[in-house]
Nanobody, 115 residues
Framework: QVQLVESGGGLVQAGGSLRLSCEAS????????MYWYRQAPGKQRELVAF???????IYAGSVKGRFTISRDNAKNTVYLQMNSLTPEDTAVYYC?????????WGQGTQVTVSS
């Protein structure tokens, strides 16, 4: 079993920054790929970024250059630094990892960007 707990969401003005954290516990190793997804009201959940155990990263085009994903394997924690936020970034942000065919999700953290 894997447990994921996100934190760091909140209300911010356009142009501002937030840093999300996702702490993982349970059967997880530093080799696990970690993902951030988001879901805006009325929209499908979408991939924001992921990071491999080697630190390689991939970003959605809409956040590239503004968001940075990172991880601290010693703390079993993955971060999402979000800069230059716009109202279009408003969503619930979820941490995710996969073990075999099973997806594990956190409870999500709300990010609201006001114009």
């Amino acid at each position: 079993q894997v447990q994921l707990v996100e934190s760091g969401g909140g209300l911010v003005q356009a142009g501002g920054s937030l840093r999300l954290s996702c702490e993982a516990s349970g059967s997880i190793s530093s080799a696990t790929v970690m993902y951030w997804y988001r879901q805006a009201p009325g929209k499908q959940r979408e991939l924001v970024a992921f990071i491999t155990n080697y630190g390689s990263t991939i970003y959605a085009g809409s956040v590239k250059g503004r968001f940075t994903i990172s991880r601290d394997n010693a703390k079993n924690t993955v971060y999402l630094q979000m800069n230059s936020l716009t109202p279009e970034d408003t969503a619930v942000y979820y941490c995710n990892t996969k073990k075999g065919l099973i997806d594990y999700w956190g409870q999500g953290t709300q990010v609201t960007v006001s114009s």
